[in-house]
């Protein structure tokens, strides 16, 4: 029992939501609730009449709702996968920000494959890709990803929100009964930390491969046809890269919402937010290189099927998303990101929402203008969105962000016991590798010179087998 | 770690010499035992493997199997459908168009929906023009499905959906397609359509729906079919006249080649070198559609100049 609940920091923010909500919080769910009232009841409009209720038709049949789908799994790559970089790498500032990056994951993921069930012509014959399911089809290998990277992820989610359910059990508070049922009798003893936290390690370093692949293998639904602009191989990259960039900047917002929400601003401090704009400024800055060699490989190809999609973009219909994604979406982030006084909660909030406004239009304006110059016929198609799509779009928003804030009241969004383990274990620690940096001291010169000899040594070594 | 003697005779395959050599007590040692239940450990893992792997292996031609097509014309060889558009004969009647309509009951999606993209044609007049007024040279194309033998729309059906069947054409199963529109999208010809809606069929049209060819709910993607059906029936009438199926039975068997009044379209088996279509495959007017793609169509147009240089 000794350890769980003793803490060395101000747990009471956190705790403080679990099991009730106030009056911000009542309200915003019911608006909530009442944007995807009017999602489920545009669904129900376009599953009883089908598709025809939406703007697509030959030659784009594809559009919002695809859009959609590779915008919410782009999110789901904020999560988890930077999560587990960042503890594979052993960034200690990571402790406060894993969990609530994980949540986004789980819930993006969800509605990223709920897109792609809605945009089925007969969702009542879903299961017959699992019944008569074709391996060689891209849409197979989403399946298998994305269902992989959901197990996965639930997996990765679920094993640091043990301890932090014996802590809330212990403490009895909100729903004891849950918390009793999911902590799995977790006591913190040292034989179930070490357990524990070789199962972490496990998951965070399978998670990479997979979150990778999962968003690859959305790109290879584009990228395995013969449509002109779609046919790439670097779309597998590309989508990968603009995934992870418009995750993080749905993490820096969910986070700033938190923080400002829960009263957090001595947990999740001004310093993680600027360390996370430098990731974002990376990313924005690997986007930027992306987008310019796609388009300028395209444009000195010259090829006419290719162009009138390109031309379409960079001239014509498109312009104005397409230059606006560009200045918003990269440039000004990258502005914004590069200077330290853009690097504070409001300049990534502001960052981060232009951010992820243009990675939905440049999702977009990967499905659409292609579709509408096909090779074949000649004559350019039209696509004009109709309230249908736009309603369920704003549902599966909306569903998004309630089941995040009901996260918020269920569970820590902080990780309670990877802070304490910060204080506790990690500063000898990190004093210890800081050691094995430094160059090798002959003997003579004696301990004195250097101050580090004298710490204590790290936890990890104590611990039992 | 048999002995000398008994290594020559003991079957690795089977334990029974453990049992016929009882004067060696030693010379079976738990080897073949271990080897036994080591083998029905493979044995049982080979048998999940399988159990597993049939249904992923198992052909997806239920369908093309049934239709059990007698020999083709000019021997036992299957046939390979195909089609030749004279676009130097075609009027541009648009007869092909309205035929094909009403053969395979395809929906009338009435002229606003139409206008929006939702009209379905399985026969389509494809209209391109070159230059500008008053140099403007223009062409019409009727563009059924062009029958790849290398089909884009079928590798990437998640479900088994659209298939080549045996004779070689692209074919649809409405009862098994999710309309997930990967195959629309996929088709660099866009020759498939999907259902936007329900089809409105009214009272008079209800009557006037061909048996032959089944109608389609919304929410699944529909497309040619070399008028599959007419086929089936005209080599059930040969077989019926104790004959084979000949090019002259076929050659304007589909309702598109039927109504053509300029005799523009010919129907026809690609792998009977003897046929019509074949010769005019042959023709030093013969082009396919984007042959650039590795698509291999059998849709064969012919002209004397290509349309687009």
């Given amino acids: 029992m000794a350890g769980v609940n003793d803490f060395s920091f101000s747990i009471k923010p956190i705790l403080d939501p679990i099991g009730k909500g106030g009056r911000g919080f009542y309200l915003a769910a019911a608006g909530l609730l009442m944007v995807m009232a009017v999602g489920v009841y545009a669904y129900v409009q376009q599953f009883v009449h089908g598709l025809g209720t939406t703007g697509m038709n030959r030659p784009v049949y594809w559009g919002v709702y695809m859009a959609n789908f590779v915008f919410f799994i782009g999110i789901s790559h904020a999560g988890t996968l930077i999560s587990a970089i960042l503890r594979v790498a052993n960034a200690e500032w990571r402790r406060p920000v894993t969990r609530c990056a994980e949540v986004i994951t789980v819930f993006a993921l969800i509605?990223?494959?709920?897109?792609?069930?809605?945009?089925?012509?007969?969702?009542?014959?879903?299961?017959?890709?699992?019944?008569?399911?074709?391996?060689?089809?891209?849409?197979?290998?989403?399946?298998?990803?994305?269902?992989?990277?959901?197990?996965?992820?639930?997996?990765?989610?679920?094993?640091?929100?043990?301890?932090?359910?014996?802590?809330?059990?212990?403490?009895?508070?909100?729903?004891?009964?849950?918390?009793?049922?999911?902590?799995?009798?977790?006591?913190?003893?040292?034989?179930?930390?070490?357990?524990?936290?070789?199962?972490?390690?496990?998951?965070?370093?399978?998670?990479?491969?997979?979150?990778?692949?999962?968003?690859?293998?959305v790109a290879y639904i584009y990228a395995t046809t013969l449509q002109p602009g779609w046919h790439s191989t670097i779309f597998g990259p590309y989508f990968v890269v603009g995934a992870i960039f418009s995750g993080l900047a749905g993490l820096m917002i969910a986070m700033a919402i938190i923080r400002k929400a829960f009263h957090l601003e001595g947990i999740l401090k001004d310093i993680h937010f600027n360390n996370l704009a430098l990731?974002?400024?990376?990313?924005?800055?690997?986007?930027?290189?992306?987008?310019?060699?796609?388009?300028?490989?395209?444009?000195?190809?010259?090829?006419?099927?290719?162009?009138?999609?390109?031309?379409?973009?960079?001239?014509?219909?498109?312009?104005?998303?397409?230059?606006?994604?560009?200045?918003g979406g990269f440039l000004v982030p990258l502005v914004i990101l590069s200077f330290p006084k853009g690097r504070t909660v409001t300049g990534c909030v502001v960052a981060s929402v232009l951010i992820l406004v243009s990675m939905w239009i440049e999702r977009f304006l990967i499905v659409v203008p292609t579709l509408i110059h096909p090779r074949l016929p000649w004559p350019t198609g039209i696509y004009n969105p109709t309230w249908v799509e736009w309603s369920v779009t704003a549902g599966c928003l909306a569903a998004f962000a309630l089941l995040y804030m009901l996260f918020a009241r269920v569970f820590p969004i902080v990780s309670i016991w990877e802070v304490q383990e910060g204080v506790d274990v990690a500063i000898p620690e990190i004093n210890k590798r800081f050691e094995g940096y430094m160059p090798d001291v002959p003997d003579e010169a004696g301990s004195a010179a250097f101050p580090w000899e004298g710490m204590p040594p790290h936890g990890r070594g104590e611990r039992e087998p | 770690m048999a002995s000398d003697e008994s290594?020559?005779?003991?079957?690795?395959?089977?334990?029974?010499?453990?049992?016929?050599?009882?004067?060696?007590?030693?010379?079976?040692?738990?080897?073949?035992?271990?080897?036994?239940?080591?083998?029905?450990?493979?044995?049982?893992?080979?048998?999940?493997?399988?159990?597993?792997?049939?249904?992923?292996?198992?052909?997806?031609?239920?369908?093309?199997?049934?239709?059990?097509?007698?020999?083709?014309?000019?021997?036992?060889?299957?046939?390979?459908?195909?089609?030749?558009?004279?676009?130097?004969?075609?009027?541009?009647?648009q007869g092909c168009v309205v035929a094909c309509k009403t053969e395979n009951n395809v929906p009338i999606a009435g002229?606003?929906?139409?206008?929006?993209?939702?009209?379905?044609?399985?026969?389509?007049?494809?209209?391109?023009?070159?230059?500008?007024?008053?140099?403007?040279?223009?062409?019409?194309?009727?563009?059924p499905c062009n029958h790849c033998d290398n089909a884009p729309c079928v590798k990437?059906?998640?479900?088994?959906?659209?298939?080549?069947?045996?004779?070689?054409?692209?074919?649809?199963?409405?009862?098994?397609?999710?309309?997930?529109?990967?195959?629309?999208?996929?088709?660099?010809?866009?020759?498939?359509?999907?259902?936007?809606?329900?089809?409105?069929?009214?009272?008079?049209?209800?009557?006037?729906?061909?048996?032959?060819?089944?109608?389609?709910?919304?929410?699944?993607?529909?497309?040619?079919?070399?008028?599959?059906?007419?086929?089936?029936?005209?080599?059930?009438?040969?077989?019926?006249?104790?004959?084979?199926?000949?090019?002259?039975?076929?050659?304007?068997?589909?309702?598109?080649?039927?109504?053509?009044?300029?005799?523009?379209?010919?129907?026809?088996?690609?792998?009977?070198?003897?046929?019509?279509?074949?010769?005019?495959?042959?023709?030093?007017?013969?082009?396919?559609?984007?042959?650039?793609?590795?698509?291999?169509?059998?849709?064969?147009?012919?002209?004397?100049?290509?349309?687009?240089?």
């Avoid at chain 2, 005779?9 to 007590?25: D, E, F, G, L």
């Avoid at chain 2, 919304?218 to 007419?230: A, D, L, Q, S």
């Fill in chain 1, 111 to 217: 509605f990223g494959a709920l897109s792609v069930i809605i945009d089925l012509g007969r969702p009542d014959r879903l299961l017959f890709v699992i019944q008569h399911g074709r391996l060689q089809s891209p849409i197979l290998w989403d399946v298998c990803c994305i269902s992989t990277y959901l197990t996965g992820s639930l997996i990765y989610l679920y094993l640091p929100l043990i301890p932090d359910c014996a802590i809330l059990r212990d403490r009895k508070i909100g729903w004891v009964w849950l918390y009793t049922l999911l902590a799995l009798g977790y006591q913190g003893t040292q034989r179930q930390k070490h357990r524990l936290e070789f199962w972490i390690s496990v998951m965070a370093i399978l998670i990479i491969p997979i979150a990778i692949s999962v968003h690859t293998v």
């Fill in chain 1, 279 to 327: 990731i974002l400024l990376v990313m924005t800055a690997l986007m930027i290189y992306f987008t310019f060699n796609i388009y300028l490989v395209e444009i000195t190809g010259n090829e006419p099927s290719i162009m009138a999609s390109v031309m379409e973009k960079v001239t014509g219909e498109f312009a104005l998303p397409f230059w606006g994604m560009i200045v």
């Fill in chain 2, 111 to 143: 002229a606003d929906q139409t206008e929006r993209g939702r009209g379905i044609f399985w026969m389509d007049m494809l209209q391109t023009e070159e230059g500008e007024y008053p140099d403007l040279k223009g062409q019409f194309i009727p563009t």
């Fill in chain 2, 156 to 309: 990437v059906c998640p479900v088994g959906a659209t298939y080549i069947n045996e004779e070689g054409i692209v074919a649809q199963m409405w009862a098994r397609c999710i309309g997930c529109r990967f195959c629309t999208t996929a088709c660099p010809y866009t020759r498939r359509y999907f259902n936007w809606q329900a089809p409105d069929w009214s009272e008079a049209a209800r009557h006037t729906l061909n048996p032959n060819v089944a109608t389609r709910p919304k929410g699944v993607v529909e497309k040619c079919t070399f008028c599959h059906h007419r086929i089936r029936q005209a080599r059930e009438t040969a077989r019926a006249e104790g004959r084979a199926m000949t090019d002259a039975d076929v050659r304007r068997l589909p309702a598109c080649a039927q109504a053509c009044p300029a005799d523009a379209i010919t129907f026809g088996d690609l792998n009977d070198p003897e046929s019509e279509l074949s010769q005019l495959a042959k023709s030093p007017r013969a082009v396919r559609l984007q042959e650039e793609l590795g698509t291999h169509p059998k849709v064969i147009y012919l002209r004397e100049a290509k349309w687009q240089e």
């Fill in chain 2, 7 to 93: 290594a020559p005779r003991s079957n690795p395959v089977s334990p029974a010499p453990a049992r016929s050599a009882p004067t060696q007590p030693e010379a079976p040692p738990p080897n073949p035992e271990r080897r036994g239940a080591l083998r029905q450990i493979a044995a049982l893992a080979a048998g999940a493997a399988a159990f597993v792997a049939l249904p992923l292996l198992r052909p997806r031609r239920a369908l093309a199997q049934e239709d059990a097509p007698s020999p083709a014309p000019g021997g036992t060889r299957k046939p390979r459908w195909g089609m030749a558009i004279d676009l130097d004969r075609c009027t541009a009647c």
